[in-house]
């Protein structure tokens, strides 16, 4: 199932202040995101807690995205990417 992805201004803004590479390891990601086949191999995850109605996927090794799927769960609105900090 293909994902309609939204993002918001924060998460343009972060990607922006990224290395060129990683913006486009960030986008790269985003694009496998999109075909819902790919999550198991992303570890998409809900997160827990207090942050329990968000979820998440890794860029790389130190780099997240999180995220809120819609209801109807063939969209998603990109929220933050950047380090563990991202959870605060």
């Known amino acids: 199932?293909?994902?309609k992805v939204f993002y918001t201004k924060k998460f343009i803004k972060q990607v922006s202040k990224?290395?060129?590479n990683l913006q486009k390891d960030v986008?790269?990601?985003v694009s496998e995101?999109?075909?819902s086949?790919?999550?198991k191999r992303l570890e998409?995850?809900?997160l827990?807690?207090?942050l329990k109605k968000f979820y998440s996927f890794s860029v790389n090794y130190k780099i997240r995205i999180r995220f809120i799927f819609e209801k109807d769960r063939k969209s998603a609105t990109l929220l933050q990417v950047?380090?563990?900090g991202i959870y605060k």
Request: proline share 0%; net charge positive.
């Open 1 to 3: 199932m293909k994902i």
């Open 18 to 20: 990224l290395e060129k």
């Open 27 to 29: 986008y790269g990601k």
């Open 33 to 35: 995101f999109q075909n």
């Open 37 to 39: 086949n790919n999550h």
């Open 44 to 46: 998409v995850h809900k």
């Open 48 to 50: 827990k807690n207090d």
């Open 82 to 84: 950047g380090d563990r």
